[in-house]
């Protein structure tokens, strides 16, 4: 894995009552990909013969980092994929630990950036002096990313004026879609996985994964976590770890055994008020269908955070496999490899107790 920072002097940030102007959009990134050997004490590992390698672009969810990948970005480089995690400018951890506060208007030009850094990928994997060159396979790109990440991941791929065409699989986790019309998800034909657990605090399954399941028929899956949380899909966190931050963070009516609780506590408000990011990305000419006074989005109202999780470490790990298996049904260089992929999301991975595939 390679740390790697990005400017794109292209798009600007105008000037907003949380931010300043700046010139150019900063975006710090690791990469993950398939190295020969381990790395030397100084420098990065070469990358492993074989390529070109698919490309898959992460994009992390509210308060989150770059990090959140790491799981799939491990995992799907000993595959052969190239996986850019990337710290999104307003939406990041750092962002909320400087003071200066989310700001998620930026949402919908997170899409762009993850344009920008497919575009970056495919230039350096141009560029026979770079660490990448010709490692890039640009006709073998996906998206993947958590919560409002998995709403980047959704708007990159199918809105109308956002969409990237080069992507060809996307695989959201607990993304925010509850508003997506049935057209959204048809302004593209491609594969879709869906991934959530069904005792989700923050992103309600029932509106928002299920219903996009439904909708983007017949073109996608949906995988579903039995007890599965939120915040487990973001955080790697053992069970007694969990217990120890339920214990300092969390509500009193918390069960010390869901990855929710304290996120509840933390940001549970703060999300329920902030739709900054709605009005940017349009109506129902996008197909979008956001009625606040209908069906407003509220989180962590419900009792899901006082009901028992499923293992947090477990749900990551499992996660990471299917998401790894999906991209590998469509992406994997033989037919050999696709048909692996697809048995071990249909079968092995559906076989889990915790699991179930549709």
Do not use: W
């Amino acid at each position: 894995m390679v740390d790697l920072t990005f400017e794109d002097t292209t798009r600007p940030i105008l000037a907003n009552a949380k931010h300043p102007a700046a010139p150019a959009r900063t975006l710090a990134t690791s990469v993950y990909y398939p190295a020969l050997g381990p790395a030397p004490l100084f420098g990065a590992a070469r990358v492993a013969q074989g390529g070109p390698f698919p490309l898959l672009v992460h994009s992390h969810g509210y308060g989150s980092s770059r990090a959140e990948a790491t799981q799939i970005g491990l995992r799907a480089a000993s595959h052969g994929y190239i996986v850019v995690a990337v710290d999104f400018p307003f939406t990041s951890t750092d962002r909320m630990l400087s003071g200066e506060g989310i700001d998620t208007s930026d949402i919908i030009h997170q899409a762009g950036d993850v344009s920008f850094l497919i575009d970056q990928l495919l230039a350096l994997s141009s560029d026979p002096k770079h660490l990448f060159a010709h490692a890039v396979d640009g006709e073998r790109i996906g998206v993947t990313g958590v919560s409002l990440g998995g709403l980047t991941t959704l708007l990159v791929t199918y809105h109308p004026q956002l969409q990237d065409a080069r992507i060809k699989a996307a695989a959201p986790i607990a993304p925010l879609s509850s508003f997506f019309m049935h057209d959204f998800y048809h302004t593209r034909e491609l594969p879709l996985l869906i991934m959530s657990g069904d005792l989700d605090a923050f992103i309600d399954y029932d509106t928002n994964a299920r219903r996009s399941f439904e909708r983007a028929a017949p073109h996608a899956q949906l995988v579903t976590f039995k007890r599965g949380t939120h915040a487990a899909f973001a955080f790697q966190l053992d069970a007694a770890s969990l217990a120890l931050t339920n214990s300092l963070l969390a509500a009193p009516d918390a069960h010390p055994e869901n990855a929710d609780a304290f996120g509840c506590a933390v940001t549970g408000q703060a999300l329920s008020t902030d739709h900054d990011y709605m009005p940017p990305l349009g109506g129902r000419e996008s197909f979008i269908d956001y009625n606040p006074s209908t069906e407003p989005i509220v989180m962590c109202q419900g009792d899901q955070y006082k009901q028992p999780g499923m293992d947090a470490l477990e749900q990551v790990e499992l996660a990471a496999q299917g998401v790894v298996a999906f991209f590998e049904g469509h992406f994997g260089r033989t037919p050999e490899a696709r048909a692996d992929g697809c048995r071990y999301l249909l079968q092995e991975l559906a076989q889990h107790p915790a699991v179930s595939v549709e």
